[in-house]
């Protein structure tokens, strides 16, 4: 038997060595889809795809297509993260009800299109993966026979413990007062959670479903009763954007939204307008679905499978100096993600920037992004920042009580700049 010292020598030997893994964990990013995933959709109970923001207990669904269309076998497994996206330390028992590593049973092959591909859909819960039991972060990765992930895609459960209402300002900053909104909020919580919230109450602030762009890690600046309160300027800002520009490509062999010609090789090429700069233009409403896309085929019973692919290409007039950065087309189409196929070319003799991307026949949302040879993007570049801009944004709180294992999503709100204030 240990006596009381051993006995807390071993838990602070132990407690110590947790502490270590946990400053040495990294960062876990999604792992962007290989070029011949296309189409992912990942959706909860929303209109559209977006990174699944759901209850505890609602199911989700992903589907994508593979362009090969050889009926390759995939997997998929689920993985628990703390709120900083470091890997948690529970086990797979205690997060999920069931089993993972299991082959998607259900696909289908294209009819009737140019474009072969293979139709793949992931539904949870299913008959293997019967509930997700705590809320939190996850990550979602798809592979391959050969253990190869060729994509990974994040989502949050959260429970309704709490209620969150959310405000968008415009920025005290004068010198960004027609360009930035800023996001405040009060959390509605029970007295628990109030107990020290600096300590253990967590915040993440999404823009349009772009988790890439979010803020993260906001401390409550003070209390009113049950309420935390955030309202922050500076801190919270985000660039206000410009509506997104739009294209629809429902009847791939006839104009449609943006669309100024169309060719047919080995599968149709649709030619969409010129854009222009409108950074250094006074903005203009036009209603956009926040950088989100729609599958649609205006002659099928089933768009999942009978949506063709077809090449699409843009254009864009710009004759201001990229500093040695790049142009990019910028969307949820691809996670947000820029690539090759993303990136523009410059055109001397047309005095245009190019590029073609697949994609599969929907309406689609996109903008224009600058990408820094640091690394870094600047969404207003080509498109501008404005204050009147609509955008929506969701605040997510999260808590960890003291000595528990991980952090718990513990609510959701949403707020839209509409009805921005002073």
Not at 155 to 184: G, M
């Amino acid at each position: 038997m240990l006596n009381k010292l051993q006995q807390f020598l071993l838990f602070f030997t132990f407690s110590l060595c947790s502490w270590h893994l946990s400053i040495a964990q990294s960062i876990t990013e999604e792992i962007a889809a290989v070029n011949y995933i296309k189409t992912i959709q990942f959706k909860g109970d929303t209109e559209f795809a977006s990174i699944p923001i759901i209850k505890l207990g609602d199911p989700i669904t992903i589907t994508f297509d593979d362009i090969n269309g050889d009926e390759a076998d995939y997997y998929y497994r689920i993985k628990h993260y703390n709120f900083d996206w470091t890997p948690s330390v529970l086990y797979k028992n205690e997060y999920m009800d069931g089993f993972d590593e299991i082959r998607i049973v259900n696909y289908e092959n294209s009819f009737n299109t140019l474009q072969l591909y293979s139709h793949y859909t992931l539904a949870i819960p299913n008959e293997d993966t019967k509930r997700l039991k705590v809320s939190g972060n996850y990550i979602l990765e798809i592979y391959n026979d050969d253990d190869e992930v060729v994509f990974s895609r994040k989502f949050i459960i959260y429970e309704p413990l709490t209620s969150v209402k959310v405000y968008t300002k415009r920025s005290r900053d004068l010198k960004h007062i027609n360009a930035k909104q800023s996001v405040q909020f009060e959390i509605s919580s029970p007295n628990e959670i109030l107990r020290n919230p600096k300590r253990s109450v967590k915040t993440l602030i999404i823009q349009n479903n772009d988790i890439k762009n979010s803020i993260t890690n906001l401390i409550p600046q003070f209390t009113i009763a049950d309420k935390l309160v955030y309202k922050y300027d500076q801190e919270s800002s985000f660039w206000g954007g410009n509506e997104y520009l739009s294209f629809d490509s429902k009847d791939i062999r006839a104009s449609n939204l943006g669309t100024r010609s169309i060719e047919l090789k080995d599968i149709y090429h649709n030619y969409l307008y010129t854009n222009i700069v409108r950074a250094n233009r006074k903005y203009t409403y036009n209603p956009d679905i926040n950088g989100s896309f729609v599958i649609r085929n205006l002659d099928a019973e089933n768009s999942n499978v009978e949506a063709d692919y077809v090449w699409m290409h843009f254009s864009l007039e710009c004759h201001e100096p990229l500093n040695n950065g790049e142009l990019h087309i910028y969307s949820n189409f691809n996670n947000f993600n820029l690539n090759d196929s993303t990136r523009l070319e410059y055109d001397k003799e047309r005095g245009i920037y190019h590029t073609k991307t697949l994609f599969k026949q929907g309406f689609y949302n996109y903008k224009y992004v600058l990408l820094r040879p640091d690394g870094t993007i600047d969404p207003g570049f080509i498109s501008g920042n404005f204050d009147e801009t609509e955008n929506e944004y969701t605040i997510i709180p999260y808590y960890r009580a003291p000595a528990a294992r991980y952090d718990r999503a513990i609510g959701k709100g949403t707020g839209n700049s509409v009805n921005i204030t002073n």
